[in-house]
């Protein structure tokens, strides 16, 4: 496993700070259970940034071209995902935002995921934006109605008219 890190941009005295690290993985493997569950490998990288500034928000960003892991259940593939998570630390509100496209060999295919001004409080389920997952030839689009609902629009053959739409509550989804 290779790391790269560069310097923070400024002292944590200061009005803000940021710092990243660049994370590549090259045939990493772990072993769960002191050796007797199952391995993961894991190949490709990602880039992680942080940085806090004066309006009391902290920021996380994710960002990649190539991200696998293989298990016994398949291998799982990111491919080019950027993610931003800002976080007020005072308030605990939240927003997230980015994209990127996974494949699985146990869905059989690539889907991809857009996540659009997402945003919710503390460890609360998102009250506001879309999550917006799109495959083959179709999507589904979750639309938080508030922290406890959330709006599901089924698009089947992805034209951009909704075929099917439910509103269930959050927890019915985890």
């Known amino acids: ?19 990243t690290a660049s994370i590549i993985f090259q045939d990493l493997s772990i072993t769960s259970n002191n050796g007797t569950g199952p391995t993961r490998t894991a190949n490709g ?14 920021t996380s960003i994710v960002i990649g071209s190539t991200l696998s892991v293989r298990d016994n259940a398949g291998l799982v593939t990111w491919t080019d ?26 869905l059989g ?4 995921v857009n996540f659009s001004n997402v945003s919710g409080v503390g460890s609360g389920f998102p009250s506001a934006g879309s999550i917006k997952i799109t495959g083959d030839k179709s999507s589904l689009t979750l639309r ?3 922290s406890t609902n959330v709006r599901l629009e089924l698009d089947l053959d992805d034209n951009g008219s909704i075929e099917a739409a439910e509103t269930v509550a959050w927890s019915a989804l985890v």
């Open 109 to 112: 295919g690539k889907v991809t």
């Open 1 to 19: 496993m290779a790391t790269a890190f560069t310097a923070p941009s400024s002292s944590a005295s200061s009005a803000g700070w940021s710092i």
């Open 81 to 106: 995902f950027l993610f931003t998570f800002v976080e007020n630390y005072l308030t605990g509100e939240y927003r997230q935002s980015g994209s990127g496209s996974i494949a699985n060999s146990a």
């Open 45 to 58: 990288g990602f880039t992680l940034t942080f940085s806090q500034d004066t309006t009391n928000q902290t």
């Open 144 to 146: 938080p109605q508030d």
